[in-house]
């Protein structure tokens, strides 16, 4: 049973306040919506009344309200004895689908690209001969780990086949490092923003993260992050150095040369997620960060570029590293499967007809959301990001939060901007995704109006200071 402490949940809960609802609606909101993004895991065991009061400096009569109107829909479970437990009924995993809400722009994610049926059938010609193998590939099948050097070769890190590894996606790949890299303990630098999921990883790892902050103008702070591995000195740091998630950033080649000598002067090992790194609208090629340190670890993954339900993603880093890796990997799982990475092989086979695709298709999206945006909400200054996968938009007057709670009403599901932080940070941004069609983007960004019209604007909170 996981039990978080008062303090922790006031961390998580950020800002919670709603200037439209008392006090404990707007409490009880604040909980389910950290319950539905997953920074609230399903079963945890909320603190006493008494305590959470005290940490958020409210009367122990607005938690049990909260607590209370939580109960009644269904939210959290109450057990004599025992105490208040999150629960998300009969699916673990919040899934907009489940509950009727058509538009989910919680993932940014886009349907298969064209050749990937084609992909999937050359892959079925070519398993043969694979059936009178073992197909416990736990490095991976040769000729992916082939293509896939071969894909770093061309970018200029040269790079052998031995020093891949192949993982079932990327999120699995993040996962293996923050396992073996970080202890329990250990400082992790990250990006702040930075994509959800590794922070999920990172937290599994329990170690601690240190944010180092992104903007989606300015860029990295790298005073700062060269501040954070010099004091901090981080075992790991997960950067995104391509269209970084969720602000479409990227790291200048000069920028990259100085943070890899940094992340080495103070031991830290860097991991460069370029997952997004193939969605290049207008930027032009940049080197690798691996280009700029052979300690830094590289992950990738074809669930951007091809389909997410692919689940082929790499590792690539030094041989004696890979080789760790795959030791430690066995214990979870022993291998990607062997017909998936076939059909990787035939996409690896097509990058270039696959990047022009997802190019033509994410411009088409881009324009639809600035516009729409710019009709709907004419006084947002509206980013227009190099490349990626979404907007990273100041939502000031609305919360986050509160914008989010509304559009699922209205038929939307959004994740807030706090789900790409720490400590409540971010409640006046908000990731909107572009990998949509135009005409359900049209639809997405109506129904956001009709959510922000639901809500009496108001200043915004100050962000809680970290505890
Ligand atoms: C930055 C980043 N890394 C990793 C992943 C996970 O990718 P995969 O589907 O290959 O596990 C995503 C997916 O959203 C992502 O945005």
């Not at 609802?21 to 920074?39: E, I, Q, T």
């Not at 945006?373 to 609305?398: N, Q, R, S, V, Y």
Request: aromatic share 6%; glycine share 8%.
């Amino acid at each position: 049973m996981i039990a978080i402490t008062a303090r922790r949940l006031a961390s998580i809960l950020g800002p919670w306040r709603s200037s439209g609802s008392p006090a404990y609606a707007a409490l009880a909101d604040r909980v389910r919506l950290v319950s539905l993004d997953g920074r609230l895991a399903h079963g945890t065991r909320l603190p006493a009344e008494r305590d959470l009061a005290a940490a958020l400096r409210v009367s122990r009569t607005t938690v049990a309200s909260a607590y209370g109107r939580l109960r009644e829909v269904g939210a959290i479970e109450s057990r004599r004895g025992s105490g208040s437990f999150v629960s998300l009924g009969t699916r673990p995993s919040a899934d907009p689908a489940a509950d009727g809400i058509p538009l989910d722009f919680t993932k940014a994610a886009m349907p298969a690209a064209l050749p990937v049926a084609a992909c999937y059938a050359a892959a079925a010609q070519r398993i043969g001969p694979e059936l009178a193998r073992s197909g416990y590939e736990i490095v991976g099948h040769p000729e992916l780990r082939e293509a896939i050097a071969a894909h770093f070769s061309r970018r200029g890190v040269a790079t052998d086949a031995d020093q891949i590894l192949v993982t079932s996606g990327a999120q699995h790949a993040i996962a293996l490092l923050a396992r073996l890299l970080a202890s329990p303990g250990d400082r992790a630098l990250i990006e702040h923003p930075t994509y959800p999921h590794a922070i999920d990883a990172i937290s599994s790892a329990r170690a601690r993260p240190v944010p180092v902050p992104v903007d989606p103008d300015a860029g990295w702070d790298l005073d700062e992050a060269e501040a954070a591995l010099r004091d901090a000195a981080p075992t790991v740091g997960y950067v995104m150095p391509d269209f970084q998630n969720p602000t479409g950033a990227s790291l200048p080649d000069d920028a990259r040369a100085r943070l890899a000598r940094a992340a080495d002067r103070h031991g830290t090992v860097l991991i460069a997620d370029e997952t997004t790194m193939w969605l290049d609208l207008r930027r032009g090629p940049r080197q690798p960060l691996a280009a700029f340190s052979p300690s830094v670890v590289t992950v990738g993954g074809l669930g951007k570029l091809a389909w997410g339900g692919l689940r082929v993603g790499w590792i690539r880093a030094g041989r004696t590293f890979i080789a760790r890796l795959a030791q430690s990997r066995t214990s979870m799982d022993l291998g990607t499967p062997v017909f998936e990475q076939l059909v990787a092989v035939e996409l690896m086979a097509r990058e270039a007809d696959l990047v022009a695709e997802r190019r033509a298709r994410l411009s088409e999206g881009l324009a639809t959301m600035r516009s729409a945006l710019a009709e709907h909400f004419p006084a947002w200054t509206i980013p227009d990001p190099e490349g990626g996968l979404a907007l990273w938009i100041d939502c000031a007057p609305w919360s986050s939060s509160e914008l989010v709670l509304g559009a699922r009403d209205e038929g939307l599901a959004l994740t807030a901007g706090p789900r790409f932080g720490l400590h409540g940070a971010f409640e006046h941004r908000l990731r909107l995704p572009f990998t949509e069609s135009p005409a359900t983007i049209r639809d997405a960004v109506e129904a956001l109006r009709r959510s922000a019209d639901r809500h009496a604007s108001g200043p915004l909170p100050e962000p809680l200071v970290a505890v």
